[in-house]
Antibody
Framework: QVQLQESGPGLVKPTETLSLTCGLS??????????WGWFRQPPGKGLEWIGT?????TAHYNPSLRSRVTISTDTSKISLSLSSVTAADSAVYYC??????????????????WGKGITVTVAS | EIILTQSPATLSLSPGEGATLSCRAS??????LAWYQQKPGQPPRLLIY???NRATGIPDRFSGSGSGTDFTLTISRLEPEDFAFYYC??????????FGQGTRLEIK
């Protein structure tokens, strides 16, 4: 079973760029079929999808964040960059990925492996 | 953007009772809907995918139903560990994903 671990600074200043990394370990990765996503959850609020990246490097972003977000990947980690942050970007950030099945299985299209999350606070 | 509306916002029940949680989509999502459980300080846990399929390791007291715009998560006999937040999520707009605002299932 693949395991995910988010890392990065817990405090970011307003107007700066938030940069997080999600490390992958363990399990067998179907390297040509996998995709990974970033999500966030502001304190006391619900879940928000930030974006998804395929192993090929193709990324898709939440339209509300598209102008500020970049997600990139290599074989062992996924990176998130969010520019011009404000207090509204304070949240727990999660990376997540699908179960170890192929795209012919509908289960593939749902996030079944999650990191524990990292709390990021935007404050001066 | 597909909007998912969950009801009720809070559900107060006792262990052993049955729970019914609802999720309504602003447009037809066919059966491309999932349910997640989240406990404080933990990441979401996938329970149900494609409206009615249990994810790996999920007890059979959890079941999902529905299609189109109306979906239901049913927990047949509440265990103490089932009291948590529940979110629905659609993937009809793949790769664009949206979540409902959540239902809090609390102990009465």
């Amino acid at each position: 079973q693949v395991q995910l671990q988010e890392s990065g600074p817990g405090l970011v200043k307003p107007t700066e760029t938030l940069s997080l990394t999600c490390g992958l370990s363990g399990g067998a990765i179907r390297s040509t079929m996998y995709y990974w996503g970033w999500f966030r959850q502001p304190p006391g609020k619900g879940l928000e999808w930030i974006g998804t990246i395929y192993h090929s490097g193709t990324a898709h972003y939440n339209p509300s964040l598209r102008s500020r977000v970049t997600i990139s990947t290599d074989t062992s980690k996924i990176s998130l960059s969010l520019s011009s942050v404000t207090a509204a970007d304070s949240a727990v950030y999660y990376c997540a990925g699908p179960p170890d099945v192929g795209p012919e299985n509908d289960y593939y299209y749902y996030m079944d492996v999650w990191g524990k999350g990292i709390t990021v606070t935007v404050a001066s | 953007e597909i909007i998912l509306t969950q009801s009720p916002a809070t559900l107060s029940l006792s262990p052993g009772e049955g729970a019914t949680l609802s999720c309504r989509a602003s447009q037809n999502v066919i059966t491309f809907l999932a349910w997640y459980q989240q406990k404080p300080g933990q990441p979401p846990r996938l329970l149900i995918y494609d409206a009615s399929n249990r994810a790996t390791g999920i007890p059979d007291r959890f079941s999902g139903s529905g299609s189109g715009t109306d979906f239901t998560l049913t927990i047949s006999r509440l265990e103490p560990e089932d009291f948590a937040f529940y979110y629905c999520q659609q993937r009809s707009d793949w790769p664009l994903i949206t979540f409902g605002q959540g239902t809090r299932l609390e102990i009465k």
